[in-house]
């Protein structure tokens, strides 16, 4: 007998569709003359060469500025396109290269799986077939080879941020506030244009003022909105060195971000571990001040620690593959031997969301025959030999972490003793 979840993937692929729609995938580009290539100019000759080939564009993808090799990013619209192909509601995608597609070769397995049934992928070069087993091979070749560039050029990083450290240097990024550094980019400024370095004048102005909000928080307990407040009226007043490095104006929670980076204390700090110092920068405060001021910073927090009631909401998916479950209290029910009121995971059915992800409002479970399962192959997986080396290097990453909060706790019960 058809369950409800074989109707609906029946609804799904006899849907009809047009046999000429394409959509269109999306994201930044490199030329190999190192022009960038936009995710608008990309768009434009993807119309343009789906409708060329005598094709209709339908729906257009994109994702800006996302990588597509870090496993950590999640490409909300890449996903989107991949539920409208195995759908069946496009025929095919197009794509500026295959590196533009993925970088992962499990992705681009997913696509040859929605390919059985013909569908296309478009390049402005070639056309994959992806029915043959000669356009499988070269399609995975391509992305093959975009993971490999992506590896080699992760392994370059990798080496030039060692030698960055080694010799005393930032990782980059824009320049500090109070730290020297180069000046914003001018609104008219392309890609070629010479950088230059921040003024000595307004680099020392920001001094000042860091100096003055360290003096202010250890001395007068200000505050950190009653300091941003004041910063901003300065600002608007004509003083620029009182806003930040970016041209906005403060919170308290950017300027205490800002007045607890270790680079205002000459130091050079690496996944959160101190490494050395920075060369060629004067700290503005002491290192004893600037862990004061963090140390100041974690006392100010309020609240107690979050203990989440349903610690898998969100992280595992339900078994239609549209949406991640949540947790829900029934307390229409009897509750657990000990008391606690029942609990159960439920795939919830959005209609406000689009249609891969609304979920099926079918499936659910008890939370603790859920967690309880979870917690058992958790405990298989980390006792299992071929993962020893894995677990034994987080657990020294674990003690050195702790390592590091207890010096700290150290030394805030000694400022407290100092203080008493």
Known sequence: MATDRDRRATRLTTTPVSAEE???????????????IKVDDQIKMGTEDIEDRGLRVGTIFRDDSLSAWNPKVIRDEWIKMMGRLES??????????????????????RLIAAANDGKRVLTPE?????????????????????????????????????????????????RGYGTPG??????????GDPRYPESPERVEAE????????????????????????????????????????????????????????ALAGLLYFKGEKVGELAKVKGVVSEEEWQRMCALLQARRSGRPHVPT?????????????????????????????GEPRREYRCRLRQDLPVEQRGCGHNSMDARLLEQAVDAAMTALLGDPRNAERVAQRLGENRSERARIKAELDF???EADALA
């Open 22 to 36: 394409i959509d269109i995938y999306a994201r930044i580009s490199r030329a190999p003359s190192g022009e960038t």
């Open 88 to 109: 069946g509601a496009s025929t095919g995608v197009w794509i500026l290269e295959v590196s533009r597609f993925t970088r992962k070769p499990i992705e681009g397995e």
């Open 126 to 174: 070639v056309e994959f077939d992806l029915t043959t087993a000669a356009g499988r091979s070269a399609f995975r070749d391509a992305i093959n080879k975009a993971a490999a560039e992506s590896d080699f050029t992760s392994e370059r990083v990798k080496r030039g941020n060692a030698r960055r450290i080694k010799r005393g240097r930032s990782l980059g990024g824009i």
């Open 182 to 191: 180069l000046a914003p980019k001018p609104d008219d400024w392309e890609a």
């Open 207 to 262: 001094r000042l003022i860091v100096r003055e909000c360290y003096d202010r928080c250890f001395e007068e307990k200000a505050s950190w909105i009653s300091l941003a407040r004041e910063l901003n009226e300065r600002g608007m007043a004509g003083e620029r060195a009182a806003l930040p490095v970016t041209g906005g104006l403060w919170t308290q929670f950017t300027l205490a971000r800002t007045m607890t980076r270790p």
């Open 310 to 338: 349903y610690p898998l909401s969100g992280v595992i998916m339900c078994q239609c593959g549209r949406a991640r479950i949540s947790g829900v209290t029934r307390r229409s029910v009897p509750p657990y031997p000990d």
């Open 412 to 414: 805030n019960n000694d």
